[in-house]
Antibody
Framework: QVQLQESGPGLVKPSETLSLTCTVS??????????WSWIRQPPGKGLEWIGY???????NYNPSLKSRVTISVDTSKNQFSLKVSSVTAADTAVYYC?????????WGQGILVTVSS | DIQMTQSPSSLSASVGDRVTITCRAS??????LNWYHQKPGKAPKLLIY???TLQTGVPSRFSGSASGADFTLTISSLQPEDFATYYC?????????FGQGTKVEIK
């Protein structure tokens, strides 16, 4: 059974960098035709795809965030990470990591990140 | 970006009712359409992928269909555990996008 778990600070100051890690168990981030993604959901609002890391090594980001986002992977720890730079209050959201093959079939439980001074 | 428009935004229904939610794509996405439901405080759960394929473990009362750019999720007999917010999502073209959600409430 594949499991994903987000971790990182729940509070980030404006203009700083948000950093989150997703630890994967029961599967490998470096094999299979999977897109390892980050998705976020502002409080009370809908879902926004942020970007993915593909097992072959490629990445793809939502243009709405592209200049501020980096997704990287640590295969030795079976983790992938998200960095969002220059955050503002608009980046306050629950951040999910998820795996897509056809649909997003496995999700983490989500982590609330609040941007506030 | 491909816009996904769901209707209705919310609905009230009773246990046992047949419920239909529609999602329209702003351009062709073939059958790269997925359906999820989300309960408060929880991650979304995949129900249907590729427009009409039931995800493993999802009850057969859920079904999906496609007609051109229009996609439909049907719950044949609404159960208490089905009260949630439903989202469609296209995985045809990045940026992958979600519909705005349909909240299914108890009548």
């Amino acid at each position: 059974q594949v499991q994903l778990q987000e971790s990182g600070p729940g509070l980030v100051k404006p203009s700083e960098t948000l950093s989150l890690t997703c630890t994967v168990s029961g599967g490998s981030v470096s094999s299979g035709s999977y897109y390892w993604s980050w998705i976020r959901q502002p409080p009370g609002k809908g879902l926004e795809w942020i970007g993915y890391f593909y097992f072959s090594g490629s990445t793809n980001y939502n243009p709405s965030l592209k200049s501020r986002v980096t997704i990287s992977v640590d295969t030795s720890k079976n983790q992938f990470s998200l960095k969002v730079s220059s955050v503002t209050a608009a980046d306050t959201a629950v951040y999910y990591c998820a795996r897509l093959m056809a649909g997003f079939d496995y999700w983490g439980q989500g982590i609330l990140v609040t941007v506030s001074s | 970006d491909i816009q996904m428009t769901q209707s209705p935004s919310s609905l009230s229904a009773s246990v046992g009712d047949r419920v239909t939610i529609t999602c329209r794509a702003s351009q062709s996405i073939s059958r790269y359409l997925n359906w999820y439901h989300q309960k408060p405080g929880k991650a979304p759960k995949l129900l249907i992928y590729a427009a009409s394929t039931l995800q493993t473990g999802v009850p057969s009362r859920f079904s999906g269909s496609a007609s051109g750019a229009d996609f439909t999720l049907t719950i044949s007999s609404l159960q208490p555990e089905d009260f949630a917010t439903y989202y469609c999502q296209q995985s045809s073209t990045t940026p992958w996008t979600f519909g705005q959600g349909t909240k299914v409430e108890i009548k």
